[in-house]
């Protein structure tokens, strides 16, 4: 799902595109990384919590004049994100909010070009 999903990222021109890392946090979409196995889903929310806050220095670590960002990852890699960014009155939209995993595949392979 992941590499329909930056397909279709992709083909959405974007002006930036992030993709949220358990590990690394924030990472530009290019970015090389080494293979890992850890998720927040597996994470108490203390440590999804810890793992926003970096995420979050890493954002305004770029110096990005944000206004708005569509988020495409699942609920516990945005749920501690989206209500600081909100408060920064930075819009967040989550375009494929309420889909199960099957519905996205099929979303985005129906979109695809």
């Not at 793992?51 to 990852?73: G, M, P, T």
Request: proline letters at 3%.
């Amino acid at each position: 799902m992941f590499k329909k999903a930056v397909k279709f990222i992709e083909q959405k021109g974007y002006d930036d595109c992030f993709v949220l890392s358990a590990k690394y946090g924030l990472l530009i979409q290019h970015d090389v990384i080494e293979p890992y196995d850890i998720t927040l889903n597996n994470m108490r929310a203390s440590e999804r919590k810890t793992w926003s806050e970096s995420v979050l220095r890493q954002i305004d670590s770029l110096q990005l004049n944000l206004k708005q960002i569509d988020f495409y990852a699942g609920v516990k890699y945005r749920e501690y994100l989206i209500p600081v960014l909100e408060e920064k009155d930075i819009i967040c939209n989550v375009p494929l909010q309420g889909k199960g995993i099957g519905e996205k595949l099929s979303y985005y392979t129906t979109h695809l070009k």
